[in-house]
């Protein structure tokens, strides 16, 4: 993988050692995104309005709760799969969690 210093000017959101699912979670803390929407219902339509933007043109909200909500949507939504994202997957997750750090 090349890094930020082989391609200047190039925006990478990949970590130079990817963190791992359960290691981008712990940025959750005890945030509970349910209790933002009113139920899972309405965060769905805004965690995946999110996610179709980022696939799109890879922007993401500059608010901290909203990106902590799209994160604990994600989570929910992968414990009801009954597995961790994959490989197509993990570079939005990689890009919220930069994202939220970032807002710090």
């Known amino acids: 993988m090349k890094s930020q210093k ?32 009113r139920g899972p219902g309405k965060l769905g339509n805004f965690a995946n309005r999110v996610a179709r933007i980022w696939s799109s043109n890879k922007t993401l909200p500059d608010d901290r709760t909203q990106l902590l909500n799209c994160l604990f949507f994600e989570q929910r939504r992968y414990h009801h799969f009954g597995w961790s994202p994959g490989e197509e997957e993990m570079p939005y997750m990689w890009a919220l969690a930069k994202a939220i750090r970032k807002s710090d």
Request: hydrophobic letters at 20%.
């Open 6 to 37: 082989d391609n200047p000017g190039q925006a990478d959101d990949t970590p130079e050692r990817p963190e791992t699912w359960n290691e981008i979670l712990v940025l959750l803390g005890g945030h509970n995104g349910y209790s933002n929407y």
